[in-house]
């Protein structure tokens, strides 16, 4: 049994190092982009995106200096993240996958931002918890667009965004930091980050959520102060 015990030590810390050898590489192609675009390093933060992933690989990009990261469900996250969060209290985390209402409550005591912010009942419901007597400090606030504007996929319309923001103000009292899309995978992503920027500056937002594995760079080009980044950093789910 010592053998194979030994063969699977060595396995952890090979895909360790491989995790942190990628990690690396983004951190130094974001602070690359940053420099060609004339932005200040500090204006980009990387949202490591660890959905899927287990503690075992989280902790290396911990250890790199990683403490934004990125989960889709609040389930798993509830599952994964106390312990490592109990380690290192720096952490910050956003939820960056869709949220149920009924998932508001365990939301709120999880996540430190929720970029999905998405229709008016999930508003409502976003508002009334965080009325309740002793709820959780109140985590930033982003609409997710759907600049595609594609059937399938989650977020208000480009059209639609100007009312969507006036109803969350004025009748839900919730303070919206920023924006975030995902453009549609078969289109290039400039002319959604373009769009993404000027919906945000129109409103005075300066926190815009764009930009993944594929095209951070793009992003950061065209104003990205979040971009979330998995498969470069973690490998194929």
Do not use: Y
Not at 85 to 109: C, F, M, W, Y
Not at 215 to 236: K, M, N, Q
């Amino acid at each position: 049994m010592e053998p194979d015990r030994t063969e699977d030590v060595i396995a952890q810390e090979l895909a360790a190092r491989e995790v942190t050898a990628r990690f690396v590489e983004v951190r130094a192609r974001i602070a690359q982009a940053c420099e060609d675009a004339g932005r200040d390093r500090a204006s980009v933060q990387l949202v490591a995106v660890s959905k899927t992933f287990g503690a075992e690989h989280i902790a290396p990009v911990i250890k790199a200096g990683q403490r934004v990261f990125g989960e889709n469900r609040v389930q798993e996250t509830a599952g994964k993240w106390p312990a490592l969060r109990a380690a290192h209290p720096d952490l910050e985390l956003h939820l960056i996958g869709p949220l149920q209402t009924n998932k508001v409550r365990e939301a709120l005591s999880l996540f430190d931002v929720i970029q999905t912010l998405d229709r008016p009942s999930l508003a409502a419901a976003l508002a009334k918890e965080l009325r309740r007597e002793g709820a959780a400090p109140a985590p930033r606030l982003l609409v997710q667009v759907n600049t595609g504007e594609e059937p399938q996929k989650a977020g208000v319309a480009p059209g639609e965004v100007d009312a969507f923001l006036a109803e969350c103000r004025d009748t839900h009292g919730l303070a919206i930091d920023g924006l975030m899309c995902i453009p549609p995978a078969d289109e290039p992503a400039a002319p959604h980050f373009a769009l993404l920027a000027k919906i945000a500056a129109r409103h005075g937002l300066k926190t815009l959520s764009m930009g993944m594995s594929g095209d951070f760079e793009t992003a950061i080009a065209l104003g990205a102060t979040h971009v979330r980044v998995g498969s470069a950093i973690f490998g194929g789910r």
